[in-house]
């Protein structure tokens, strides 16, 4: 009984020195908080009596390791989640600590199930619901790469966002933004996230929440573009490769049905697959990527119908059939035409007599022919006169 007596008044001895030494660390003193920026918060304080101290500093509103500095003024790169962020500070020297003091920054909170997702190499998207009615509400984002620490910058508070060029609107109120990538190296791309800033007017006070999303986390690329094609006894199956990058490998679901039944296969990082082709049923095929943090829209789906089993008696039977009436048309328009397909030639002995006897013909027709004269009978008679000239000489 003495012994327990003993050790209750030395626990309590105990626990009244280290409450009294407690007691002795002084807080820091005049706590304030002021933000740089909408990504910035800075403490500030005045020292307390204890030479050589230093200070813990906690962000409470999410899960962070503490850091212990010597300087009374501690500031960086935050993002609350929301609109709502707790600090705590404490003093150390000598081993102990020092009461807690705690300061905050409560916003209306504005938006709620904010999402975003990447669906190509150049284009995102986000979109939330309305929580309060904001007058003005705006929103903002900054690409950053995941891999890096912001803090590590020369000038921690910086912030480049940008305002959403392309809202997407419901009920006049905007719930979305779409998100341009150009410029984002392909390698970069499945570690891109996006510091995004929200804010307006809420009963006349200026009120902001900022949010931290990976773009890696959700990728929903559009359908692919699949195309079959018939080698033999088989189907082959081709399909692009989604051009956005993923947490893990992309998995190829492939969907068939062959006469009523439905097979599911899943090929693993290629571009086409050999399918069993049974042409006495038809064929139903659609194929969609998926991974570990997200999938594609089934293909539009391949429909390719069953061979009639008589397709070869029916060939055997028409073709020549059509290639009789096709021969028979073709001599007979030849029969009916062949004097103008075929104009007949003359001779070249035949060409001349009948040149000779058109040269012949015009040069008789030209030449005058005269009129058959009346016969008469001719009798000479002697000239008196011409007779005594005769005479007289």
């Not at 504005?110 to 986000?126: F, G, H, N, Q």
């Not at 028409?318 to 021969?327: F, G, K, M, Q, R």
């Amino acid at each position: 009984m003495c012994k327990s007596f003993d050790l209750f008044l030395l626990c309590s001895c105990f626990l009244l020195s280290a409450e009294s030494r407690t007691d002795q660390i002084l807080p820091p003193q005049n706590v304030s908080l002021r933000w740089i920026n909408d990504f910035c918060p800075e403490l500030s304080w005045a020292p307390p009596q204890h030479p050589g101290c230093q200070y813990k500093v906690s962000v409470l509103s999410k899960p962070r390791e503490t850091e212990l500095i010597t300087e009374t003024q501690w500031g960086q790169y935050e993002i609350m989640e929301g609109g709502f962020s707790q600090f705590s500070l404490k003093t150390l020297w000598n081993g102990s600590e020092s009461e807690e003091v705690f300061i905050n920054t409560s916003n209306p909170e504005l938006v709620k199930d904010l999402r975003c997702y990447i669906y190509s190499a150049t284009e995102a998207y986000c979109s939330w619901s309305i929580v309060n009615h904001t007058a003005h509400l705006r929103f903002y984002y900054e690409l950053v790469n995941d891999l890096q620490n912001h803090s590590s910058n020369d000038d921690i508070c910086s912030s480049n966002t940008q305002e959403c060029s392309l809202y997407f609107s419901t009920n006049g109120m905007k719930t979305g933004c779409y998100l341009n990538l150009k410029g984002i190296k392909e390698s970069e791309g499945i570690f891109l996230a996006v510091h995004i800033l929200f804010n307006g007017t809420v009963e006349n006070t200026y009120a902001w929440n900022t949010f931290l999303r990976r773009l890696k986390d959700d990728v929903r690329p559009p359908a692919l573009n699949c195309s079959v094609k018939k080698i033999e006894n088989a189907l082959e199956i081709s399909w692009v490769h989604p051009e956005v990058g993923c947490h893990s490998d992309w998995q190829f679901i492939i969907n068939s049905t062959v006469c009523n039944k439905n097979q599911t296969l899943k090929v693993n990082e290629k571009t086409s697959h050999k399918l069993l082709w049974d042409p006495h049923c038809p064929h139903r095929i659609s194929v969609k990527a998926t991974c570990e943090s997200g999938e594609t829209p089934w293909s539009e789906e391949i429909y390719l119908e069953a061979e009639d089993p008589n397709v070869l008696v029916y060939a055997a039977v028409l073709i020549p059939l059509v290639v009789a009436c096709l021969a028979a048309v073709t001599f007979a328009l030849f029969w009916k035409f062949k004097k103008v397909i075929f104009p007949k030639v003359p001779q070249p002995k035949n060409l001349i007599d009948d040149i000779y006897d058109n040269n012949n013909k015009s040069i008789v027709g030209k030449t005058y022919v005269a009129e058959e004269e009346e016969s008469c009978k001719i009798t000479l008679v002697a000239d008196p006169e011409f007779s005594r000239t005769e005479d007289s000489h």
